[in-house]
Every structure is written in C-alpha cells, then in structure tokens.
C-alpha cells in the first residue's frame, strides 16, 4: 500500500511560480515510476509530466515543456514539480501518482498508475 499527499498549490498570477511536492508513505518511491497529471473542471484527468526510478528518464506534456520541471529527492521520499511562468489555462487540481510495474519507463496515461494522491489545487489569475 502507498499513501500520496501532495501540497504547494495555491492561487497565484500569470507569471508567477508554484512547486508542488508529494510525498509517500507507506512505501517509498523506490523503485516507481511516479507521474504528476491535473483536473480542471468538466476536463478529463490529463498527463503533465512523469520521472522514472532512479530519474534519468522525464516526459512532459507539450503544453508544459520549457516551464515545468519534475524531479525526485530518494533521501526526503519525495517527488516534486516546479512550476514557473504559470498560465492561466494551468488551473487544474493536480495529482500524483505512483506506477508499480515499469519504474524504467514512466506511464503517460493515468490508467497504467496504481496509486494516487488526493490532490491539491492550482489557480492562476490573469
């Protein structure tokens, strides 16, 4: 069993910088592909990024390339994404979660990811 919680959303202007953070408990990320995806309403659930176990591979949503950084932090259990330059159109509640069976090679459909956070909201003014 893995538990998820996400934090660091906010409301924030066009422009400015969010990080988000997810921690795990219950198990570590180790050895897990973990993926961030987001929700605005009356929208499907879509990719944003994913990172693999230990790192080396990272794949972003064309929309988010450029401003979006994922990463992971194996001594703190915890998977991160830096948010820069937000949007307006970036307004979602955004997730995390955790793929059990490919960790060399992150999922980009939330079907495939086994355990997921709560969520926490991003807003962004114009």
């Known amino acids: 069993q893995v538990q998820l919680v996400e934090s660091g959303g906010g409301l924030v202007q066009a422009g400015e910088s969010l990080r988000l953070s997810c921690a795990a408990s219950?198990?570590?990320?180790?050895?897990?592909?973990t993926g961030w995806f987001r929700q605005a309403p009356g929208k499907e659930r879509e990719f944003v990024s994913a990172?693999?176990?230990?790192?080396?591979?990272?794949y972003y949503a064309d929309s988010v390339k450029g401003r979006f950084t994922i990463s992971r932090d194996s001594t703190k259990n915890t998977v991160s994404l830096q948010m820069n330059s937000l949007k307006p159109e970036d307004t979602a509640v955004y997730y995390c979660?955790?793929?059990?069976?490919?960790?060399?090679?992150?999922?980009?459909?939330?079907?495939?990811?086994?355990?997921w956070g709560q969520g926490t909201q991003v807003t962004v003014s114009s």
């Open positions: 979660a955790v793929e059990l069976n490919r960790p060399t090679i992150p999922a980009r459909v939330p079907y495939l990811y086994d355990y």
């Open positions: 219950g198990r570590t990320f180790s050895e897990y592909a």
């Open positions: 990172i693999s176990w230990p790192g080396g591979i990272k």
